[in-house]
DNA sequence: TCTAAAACTATAGTCATTCTGGATTTGTCG
DNA sequence: CGACAAATCCAGAATGACTATAGTTTTAGA
């Protein structure tokens, strides 16, 4: 019997919510090397216990407390594509709406998209969060081209495409950037 | 006046090598995790404090003692490439020649090789020296096609590049793995 | 209400890394 | 040679992330 709108769940999410925004708020004030995690569970009013319990992934993962699943959407777009649609378009297109090539944001996911680009830290773990929809989105891709799913062509590909956001980042322009690399793949892309 | 061959210089390089070599076996025999720098200070017959002025990158930096310029080594092998040889040929032969893909290694280098390989810190580390030759890379290859070595385009080509030992290097066929991620690059290639 | 799981806490570790302050060694120059 | 400055070394303490333990509180569900 899963409840998923008890009073246990609710508060458990609560929490890390707490924590997240306190985490931001925090790194936003004194940089991410500035503030200890101590501080942030004592801001979040909990123990460091607790804090290392709702975020077992360490310090860098606090502030992204809104699941993991950027990747997985990837995969979901070429899965879920117009008909007809290339598979290049359809992840160009899923790209540019959300991580950091959206053009206007709230300032408050704006002034948290600034913080993770300029904290290498939070960059290399944003990185990883990215890398880990590689399987799915090369199966994604694979499924479509006819290929092998673990095979080094279709990972890879897969790999480049969800390295794009920590590589044109940091442009000046991402959206341009972004189009840039996709350019570069096409000419490759198998199917 | 820079006294290359002093005993000073010598006495330090000696020390390093002591360190590195240190690791390797511990962290052969033990496991990455299960090492100590303490452990491996001692065993190098140094202080811990003695150990991180010889390695201010830390724990992971250890064991590569033989100098970070992997990615550089790109960057020359396209400098300097025999005339008419495409680029992508010539990181093809570069990269073939060392790092995970050089068939046969003395046995202390393969148990080097696989440790790295297989561990995830030392992994990700390995990736970080590799990159770091981007800029240079990329001015390289910008050089042969008469393009802004600072555009995305070059910039994410020079990255994909350094990135497939990390990639391909876990394949069961290292050397396979790597040309097929060519064989993707390179019809998007300029020039 | 009763019970067992889940969540919370304080406390005390372990480990990597940095800092401090002083000793020792080495290159150089008079 | 002998002294002086720089580099090197070291013990020891401190910081900060993270883990382990063991006991307390809260909640879900019968």
Redesign the interface.
């Known amino acids: 019997m899963v409840m998923t709108t008890g009073r246990r769940e609710r508060k458990k999410a609560q929490t890390r919510k707490a924590l997240a925004d306190a985490a931001v708020r925090l790194f936003a004030e004194h940089g991410y090397d500035g503030v200890t995690v101590a501080q942030i569970a004592e801001a979040a009013d909990v123990s460091i216990a607790t804090l290392f319990a709702h975020v077992p992934d360490g310090k860098e993962a606090l502030i992204f407390d809104d699941g993991a699943g950027r990747g997985d959407r990837l995969a979901r777009a070429v899965r879920e594509r117009p008909p007809g649609e290339p598979v290049p378009r359809a992840l160009r297109r899923c790209l540019a709406a959300g991580g950091p090539f959206a053009g206007d944001l709230p300032p408050e996911l704006r002034r948290k998209r600034d913080l993770i680009v300029n904290t290498p830290a939070l960059r290399a773990y944003s990185r990883t969060l990215w890398i880990a929809g590689e399987p799915a989105l090369a199966a994604a891709i694979a499924a479509e081209s006819g290929q092998d799913p673990s095979?080094?062509?279709v990972?890879?590909?897969a790999?480049?495409v969800l390295?794009i956001p920590e590589?044109?980042g940091a442009?000046p322009d991402p959206l341009?950037?972004m189009h840039?690399?996709f350019?570069?793949?096409?000419?490759?892309w198998p199917g």
């Open positions: 095979g080094m062509a990972r890879a590909l790999r480049y390295e590589l044109a442009e341009a950037a840039a690399i350019d570069l793949l096409e000419p490759g």
